[in-house]
């Protein structure tokens, strides 16, 4: 219940810079409200979005993925249960704060922005911290969930943990119609959704005996207790054969699918408001009908990873996912869009299920949270950094639309697809404990 409530605001929360930038940047003073001759005679209103400022606020908070290894560390080393709360705890303390940051009253008299970089700063830091905390949560579900699953059903497990924090991303995208006026020239109403997605802190706090630590993680502090199974590893531990040769392979697939993950959800929002003009009730459309109609394309991708394996399955997930996105981006209608950014948002969501599945199957409990540390938030998330830089400044050096920029970005998935079918072993049929032996026997 806690883990699926954890991930429900992790996604609510992850999604809501991604959908409401534009908003914000009307707020912050990065976007610009104006409008232009329609091609009947109409007035149309549009939102221009700065690149480069936008692009790197979103770099910016995105160094808080990097960041929260440690949380992954602490894991290793205290235990699943209180670190997966004390995240849940932050990063519902900070997403308070981004609202409090960012109400009405700091707006300045004569600009009617709030204090365009004080402000922005702030919201920028509560963010970056949040994040610290929100990637920790989410590392640590998928850390817990391989440790109490079997084999046989892991893919169902993280499957279904993966829809929790995409049913968060769809509430934000049906509240930006009611919190966000059509015609808004402030961008104000946006920070009501961060005071929503503050929720989880009493819930979590009252449920938290409810949250067993794993029992793979006790069975190996009785052992260590008992002086049966070696001493808490160091952090630089995964670096040792046999470990280090996946531990390099999983990084670099965790930084190429971030770049299509995160370039299709951090900046979809971005690029049909200033590509294409769409209004909150258009995102509103299109969030809703990817996450309704993609829930069930993740459910179907995670029994996948259990019937055709981790690779076969990473082979039909990952080409879909790139052709819809591709197609998404490169798209003007309206009807189009939708249709491809529904397919194409239910396999980048599996992306995550594939990586956190496969990291975790690759490497034993002593250092399982520690390996997803170095692969995801330590080297894959400098993709997550990386794509609101690239597509930027290819926004802001070139004739390319975001539409265009976004849609090279969609291919580099391709290169994680080729590290995992030549050079990952098939990891669907592992235990927990043929897992931890394999690494001892292998050692």
């Not at 109490?148 to 968060?168: I, N, P, S, W």
């Not at 009611?178 to 802190?201: E, K, N, S, V």
């Amino acid at each position: 219940m806690i883990i699926v409530l954890g991930s429900f605001f992790e996604g609510l929360d992850d999604s809501l810079v991604n959908i409401a930038l534009p908003y914000i940047g009307l707020t912050f003073g990065f976007s610009q409200y104006g409008s232009r001759p329609g091609p009947d005679g109409t007035t149309v209103n549009e939102i221009i979005v700065d690149p480069t400022i936008s692009t790197y606020l979103l770099a910016i908070i995105g160094v808080g993925t990097v960041v929260a290894f440690l949380m992954s560390r602490l894991a290793d080393r205290i235990g699943r249960r209180p670190v997966f709360l004390w995240c849940v705890y932050g990063y519902s303390i900070c997403t308070l704060l981004t609202a409090i940051v960012s109400m009405p009253f700091f707006v300045d008299a004569q600009t009617g922005l709030i204090g365009q970089w004080p402000g922005l700063i702030a919201f920028g830091f509560f963010q970056f911290v949040a994040r610290i905390f929100l990637i920790g949560s989410w590392s640590l579900g998928y850390v817990i969930l391989t440790e109490e699953f079997a084999a046989k059903d892991r893919g169902f497990a993280t499957g279904r943990f993966q829809l929790a924090a995409v049913f968060g991303g769809l509430l934000v995208g049906i509240l930006i119609m009611f919190f966000i006026p059509r015609d808004t020239i402030d961008g104000f109403g946006w920070q009501w959704l961060y005071m929503i997605g503050a929720l989880p802190l009493l819930p979590v706090f009252l449920l938290r005996k409810w949250l067993p630590e794993t029992h793979a993680y006790l069975q190996r502090k009785e052992g260590l207790e008992q002086g049966t199974v070696e001493k808490d590893t160091s952090f630089m531990d995964v670096w040792k054969k046999p470990h280090r040769k996946y531990l390099l392979i999983m990084s670099v697939v965790w930084f190429f699918f971030y770049f299509g993950i995160k370039g299709q959800l951090n900046l979809f929002s971005t690029r049909v408001v200033e590509d294409l003009h769409w209004v909150p009730s258009d995102i509103t459309i299109a969030v809703a009908s990817a996450t309704v109609i993609g829930i069930f394309i993740i459910g179907l991708n995670g029994k996948l990873l259990d019937i055709l394996g981790r690779k076969k399955a990473a082979m039909l997930i990952i080409l879909v996912g790139v052709a819809m996105s591709f197609a998404t981006f490169m798209s003007t209608s309206f009807v189009a869009i939708i249709v491809f950014n529904v397919v194409a948002t239910g396999c980048l969501n599996s992306y995550l299920m594939i990586g956190s599945t496969i990291t975790n199957e690759l490497f034993p409990t002593k250092i399982r949270a520690s390996a997803m540390a170095w692969a995801n938030n330590i080297f894959g998330r400098v993709g997550q950094i990386g794509v609101p830089l690239f597509v930027g400044a290819i926004v802001a050096g070139t004739a390319l639309s975001w539409g265009n920029a976004l849609a090279i970005a969609m291919l580099l998935p391709l290169i994680s697809l080729i590290l995992i079918m030549v050079f990952i072993p098939e990891t669907s049929k592992r235990s927990i404990e043929e897992i931890d032996s394999l690494s001892e026997d292998v050692a």
